[in-house]
Each structure stands twice: as structure tokens, then as C-alpha cells.
Nanobody
């Protein structure tokens, strides 16, 4: 069974850091691009970051550039999103999604999705 499982979310103070993980089971992430998306209550889902299957291409939405870093460890079948200098506006449910080879902008263009992990940024 193909499955993506996110972990690492939680409550953090403004300025703090979290590292999210997206672990795959039932398939090998090698050969898949992984996107991180987030959705806050009452807002549209947005693509936060993406990494291509070979790791040569990475994308960040403007609001997280310089603060978030995406990486992959194919040996562990896991993709990470390191989030630093977190702001209240970063609070959302973060989900990862997989598709073959290349990143795409839209969530619907991905083939497998996780359930999401909540991130709360509050003092």
C-alpha cells in the first residue's frame, strides 16, 4: 500500500524551528518529486516547497525563502522540510505529496498525499 506519512509538527514560539518529515511506505521515493503544501483555516492550500526526484531542482514560495530548506534522503525514503524563524502566519496543516520526477504547482497534479501534520506558531 502506497502511503506518505508526515511527522514533526507541533507548537512552537515565533522565531523557533521545526523539522517536518515525509516518510514513504509501499514505494521508493527515488524517482519521485515531493511537494510540501500547507493550508491554514479559511485559506487556500498553497505550495510551500518542492524538490525534484534527483534533487537538482528545488522550489520555495516567496514567503519562506531563506527560512525553509527542503532536502531528501533516499536511503531513508524520507523528505524533510526544515523550518526556521517561524512566524505566526506559517501556522497551518502541512502535507507532503509525491509525483513522478518533476515538481508541479497544483496539489491535484500529485499522485499520492499524506494526511498532514499541524504546525502552530504562537507565544
Amino acid at each position: 500500500q502506497v502511503q506518505l506519512v508526515e511527522s514533526g509538527g507541533g507548537l512552537v514560539q515565533p522565531g523557533g524551528s521545526l523539522r517536518l518529515s515525509c516518510a514513504a511506505s509501499g514505494f521508493n521515493l527515488d524517482g519521485y518529486a515531493i511537494g510540501w503544501f500547507r493550508q491554514a483555516p479559511g485559506k487556500e492550500r498553497e505550495r510551500v516547497s518542492c524538490i525534484s526526484s534527483d534533487g537538482d531542482y528545488v522550489y520555495y514560495t516567496d514567503s519562506v525563502k531563506g527560512r525553509f530548506t527542503i532536502s531528501r534522503d533516499n536511503a531513508k525514503n524520507t523528505v524533510y522540510l526544515q523550518m526556521n524563524s517561524l512566524k505566526p502566519e506559517d501556522a497551518a496543516v502541512y502535507s507532503c505529496a509525491a509525483r513522478r520526477n518533476y515538481c508541479r504547482r497544483q496539489y491535484r497534479d500529485y499522485d499520492s498525499w499524506g494526511q498532514g501534520t499541524p504546525v502552530t506558531v504562537s507565544s
